[in-house]
């Protein structure tokens, strides 16, 4: 498989066929998450591997100030939503939304909860994208 294949819109693309997507260095097992071409430990070649989607809360914040694709999807001063850094089982750790937890009152939200991937759809037609979220396993 060519290097070029592991860029962010292939990543995007496993998102829309709501499948979390790494890459694994072939050399030393590291896995990234959005995939990189080679390994960034030893430069080793990488590979698709396919994650679980499981993890838990290892930091958050609570943001107010939204960037232009949140502001998009309603999100802002009045209606704040939760930033989080998700340590997956696997390993890597990735930032993402977190969804199902009390923006309103963020001393609730604890480190370490279990989360799972969750697959948001914004946008309408061509402009159609899927998101990576996670959300708090029940
Ligand atoms: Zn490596």
Not at 88 to 99: H, K, M, N, T, V
Not at 100 to 116: F, S, W, Y
């Amino acid at each position: 498989m060519s290097e070029q294949t592991f860029t962010g819109m292939a990543f995007s693309h496993f998102l829309s066929e709501h499948r979390l997507m790494g890459s694994r260095c072939a050399a030393c097992d590291e896995i990234h998450v959005p995939p990189r071409p080679f390994c960034n430990h030893c430069e080793g070649e990488s590979e698709w591997v396919e994650l679980s989607g499981r993890g838990q809360l290892a930091a958050f914040t609570v943001v107010y100030i939204a960037p232009t694709a949140m502001l998009e999807a309603g999100y802002g001063r009045k209606q704040p939503y939760c930033s989080g850094v998700v340590e997956l089982d696997e390993g890597p750790r990735i930032s993402a939304q977190i969804l199902g937890v009390d923006v309103a009152h963020p001393e609730t939200i604890t480190i370490g909860t279990p989360l799972r991937a969750a697959f948001v759809e914004r946008g309408e037609g061509e402009a159609k994208r899927t998101f990576l979220a996670f959300e708090v396993v029940a």
